[in-house]
């Protein structure tokens, strides 16, 4: 690369917007441009989604989807192109055909929702409609097609999708900013379940309850979730999101020991026992974590978050509600999220669950210690059914 591409990728302005997958992949696209020579600085996300953002960058400029998610980034494109301090040089809003996934080897795909999947291409259609807002702002929008379960054939996808947008860049070094952005993504994960862990045992050594929230990414946007988790962990419960469940194996294969003694699975991430129509990424992992959530003793409660209408969720709802509610763990849903949050509504369901976890919990922990092994890596002595609270 030359010194005067160098200067020139210093100097790039790269939006993302904050929105449905980017919520679990972000690390990635961080990874991948800083190595490339970008600025962290200059890669800026999107704010949360809110009804303020889409007022005031989005209006007028949505287009058909009965998917509330989708229909929401035309608010995040809006503040990319127009609410910026400095002007962006790129909107790259990457349509991920498929995910990584913990569960990659135990499941048939890991193909993400076609919907989210196409929607900067649906998004974009609303700032071309009357005239090309990216041309008339000098903003290249870049779209690729990216299956970032496939890594070998990611280098190509980006390559040819910011080949003369990126100034200089060639296949080899394309390749390398992947294997970083693979590389950043992972330490990122590792450190959240590792932060997961360290709620766990600290569950596990009071004999406190904790809370397992099933759902989508994009339900960590506080736009789309409604924060409904955060006001639970204001009930004082902690939160563990099924996405950054610790993975050791130590702790995996003592949660799953008697499922594989039985035969029942042969790896703790199978979920073949209880969805074999394992292609979708996000829809395995609910599962994945609705059995989870069933076993530990401490998560004494699960909650299921969906977006109004959701295509993709309604055939889980049924399985996802009985595996949690057969082990006797507390079991809540919130299946028709949209834009409006029913602040009073939401405020009676938290209470509701904060309750019936405080009287419920104790009694969960034990029934559900007695069908685990005494020797819990959570703890640095065996854990029994029998002692005190």
Not at 104 to 131: T, Y
Not at 294 to 316: F, H, K, N
Request: proline content about 7%; charged content about 25%.
């Amino acid at each position: 690369m030359s010194e005067a591409d160098r200067a020139a990728r210093a100097k790039l302005r790269v939006g993302i917007p904050k929105a449905l997958n980017v919520w679990t992949t972000h690390q990635f696209w961080l990874g991948f441009f800083q190595s490339l020579g970008l600025s962290p600085r200059n890669v800026v996300f999107s704010s949360d989604t809110s009804d303020e953002q889409m007022r005031e960058f989005g209006s007028g400029r949505g287009t058909v989807d009965c998917c509330y998610p989708v229909k929401c980034v035309s608010g995040h494109y809006g503040e990319l192109i127009f609410g910026q301090k400095r002007k962006i040089d790129i909107l790259f809003s990457p349509m991920i055909y498929s995910l990584a996934s913990f569960l990659d080897g135990h499941a048939m795909d890991s193909l993400a929702c076609p919907r989210v999947m196409a929607a900067p291409e649906n998004i974009k259609a609303g700032f071309l409609r009357e005239k090309d807002v990216f041309a008339e702002n000098r903003i290249a929008h870049v779209a690729p097609l990216v299956t970032l379960a496939e890594p070998k054939l990611v280098p190509r996808q980006l390559f040819d999708a910011l080949q003369g947008v990126v100034p200089g860049l060639g296949i080899e070094e394309t390749a390398r900013a992947v294997e970083e952005g693979y590389a950043t993504l992972a330490a990122f994960n590792e450190n959240l379940r590792a932060r997961s862990r360290e709620i766990l045992e600290w569950c596990a050594r009071e004999r406190r309850p904790c809370v397992m929230v099933l759902a989508r990414p994009y339900h960590m946007d506080p736009g789309i979730g409604h924060e409904i988790e955060a006001d639970l962990q204001a009930c004082g419960y902690p939160i563990l999101w099924l996405q950054y469940f610790p993975t050791d194996p130590e702790l995996l294969n003592w949660i799953f020991r008697a499922d594989l003694a039985e035969g029942l699975i042969k790896h703790p991430f199978d979920i073949d026992d209880v969805w074999p129509s394992s292609y979708s990424a996000n829809t395995n992992e609910i599962l994945w974590g609705a059995k989870v959530a069933a076993r530990v003793p401490w998560i004494t409660c699960a909650i299921r978050l969906a977006s109004y209408e959701c295509g993709m969720d309604q055939p889980s709802f049924t399985p996802v509600q009985q595996i949690v509610e057969r082990s006797g763990t507390l079991f809540f849903s919130f299946q028709e999220l949209d834009s409006t949050k029913a602040a009073g509504s939401v405020k009676i369901r938290v209470e509701t669950i904060s309750y019936y976890l405080e009287r419920n919990s104790p009694g969960i922990i034990e029934a559900k210690l007695r069908h685990m092994d005494p020797a819990c890596p959570l703890l640095r002595r065996p854990v029994s059914a029998d002692l005190p609270a």
